[in-house]
């Protein structure tokens, strides 16, 4: 079946602004998702959308949906090194689970 | 509440041998999730639980088996460990499918 694709690295410098993108696959997903892997460690809930939500604003995080297109991102504004980590897009799947992307790796230098 | 926490964090066995690994939550939550990570794999879902005494297959569940006796644990059973099966093995839990999930630490297995 059809996968959730995210590029797999990014490369910003601290303070500049991160753009992570995703494309999904279901348009009826309800609720689309923001998970963040800091090494060693497992996945944390960053943030999520409601899919009848084009934009939400959290602090730094900027999330925008566009539904026509199934696609999803997320920008992390004056971006630090502690945001340096893995990010993973995903969405509800036609069971009871998640499917997540490949995640994508973002590298934060000074 | 201590969360998810998984046990062991890491462990080495030899091809054919068997273990078990250990989930649990203190959340209250019927869903349960087992998740392995490879490099540039992502993670895919092992086996999952929508409540006690229940368990289904999610993406690739060859080589493992699971339990859900109680509410609270979700087992993770390698019968006769393969190389293959060198990963991280990470457990989640929910409240519905539609929640966050919330996952483990992570458990680090090798096979030689």
């Known amino acids: 079946g059809e996968d959730v694709e995210q590029s797999l690295f990014l490369s910003v410098r601290e303070g500049d602004s991160s753009v992570i993108n995703c494309t999904y696959t279901d348009s009826s997903s309800t609720y689309l998702y923001w998970y963040k892997q800091e090494p060693g460690a497992g996945l944390q809930l960053l943030t999520y959308i409601f899919s009848n939500m084009d934009m939400k604003q959290d602090q730094r995080l900027t999330v925008l949906l566009n539904k026509k297109d199934k696609h999803l991102s997320l920008r992390i504004a004056d971006t630090q090194t502690g945001d340096s980590a893995i990010y993973f897009c995903a969405e509800p799947n036609s069971g009871y689970a998640l499917n997540f992307g490949k995640g994508t790796s973002l590298l934060v230098t000074p | ?112």
């Open chain 2, 1 to 112: 509440n201590a969360g998810v926490t998984q046990t062991p964090k890491f462990r080495v066995l030899k091809t054919g041998q068997s273990m078990t690994l250990l989930c649990a939550q203190d959340m209250n939550h019927e869903y349960m999730y087992w998740y392995r990570q490879d490099p540039g794999m992502g993670l895919r879902l092992i086996h999952y639980s929508v409540g006690e005494g229940t368990t289904a297959k999610g993406e690739v569940p060859d080589g493992y088996n699971v339990s859900r006796l109680k509410k609270q644990n979700f087992l993770l059973g390698l019968e006769s460990a393969a190389p293959s099966q060198t990963s991280v093995y990470f457990c989640a839990s929910s409240y519905s499918s539609r929640n966050e999930q919330f996952f483990g630490p992570g458990t680090r297995l090798t096979v030689l």
